[in-house]
């Protein structure tokens, strides 16, 4: 059941415009299938607007993307994603985190699928630019998709890092708005694409002090 919702704003109207923007964009250019995938924003009201549950981000219409409180109440528009809960814990535990994209991606969800990753870092720096975006991305470990461990689990995280990987599942990238956080995830897929591409050949690695420079 939704409650009583005020009239939207005019940040709130372009915010909701801007989200069928990218979700067109994502499932136009393969990043998204189906109805895989979500995103979410936190509005200046301290709501969140988010893609609704089985909602294709290709199809997204302004007028039904669902409004969150933080708490979790479910204030308008369709239901959310089973997720949700995810995207609260990133908002409520990182006071930087303003955006979220999780996608199904091709490259980024294979790699979760790989066993011995470094669950410290999924993506071990080999060009300057995912260390630039993101830094480090911690693998977190397999649940169910809406799994109550998995929203736990990265609300420990949150604090430290802008990105993670969930095993066999795929990315979860933050922002400090949606569009950034949607270029985070697309450096991250192509450092992904980079790595199957690559495959067994030797890898030069950055040097430390080649990512402490970048970190500076």
């Not at 990133?90 to 979760?112: E, G």
């Not at 991305?137 to 604090?159: C, I, Q, S």
Request: with cysteine; net charge negative.
């Amino acid at each position: 059941m939704t409650i009583a919702a005020a009239q939207p704003s005019a940040a709130e109207l372009q915010a909701r415009e801007e989200m069928v923007r990218l979700g067109a964009s994502f499932f136009q250019r393969g990043y998204a299938t189906g109805s895989a995938g979500n995103l979410s924003l936190l509005l200046p009201d301290g709501t969140l607007l988010a893609t609704p549950t089985g909602s294709c981000l290709g199809e997204l219409q302004a007028d039904r993307l669902s409004k969150v409180s933080l708490s979790g109440e479910w204030i308008s528009g369709d239901k959310p994603s089973k997720e949700i809960s995810f995207h609260r814990a990133l908002y409520q535990h990182n006071p930087a985190c303003k955006a979220v994209v999780h996608l199904h991606c091709t490259y980024l969800t294979a790699l979760s699928c790989l066993q011995g990753l470094d669950t410290e870092n999924a993506i071990k720096p080999f060009t300057p630019y995912v260390v630039m975006r993101v830094g480090q991305v911690p693998v977190v470990p397999y649940y169910r998709p809406g799994d109550t461990r998995l929203a736990e689990d990265l609300a420990k995280l949150a604090p430290a890092y802008k990105a993670f990987l969930l095993a066999n599942h795929g990315p979860v990238v933050t922002g400090e708005s949606l569009r950034e956080a949607a270029n985070n995830t697309e450096e991250m897929e192509d450092a992904a694409k980079l790595i199957f591409t690559l495959g067994d050949r030797p890898i030069r690695y950055l040097t430390a002090d080649e990512i402490a420079e970048l970190r500076s």
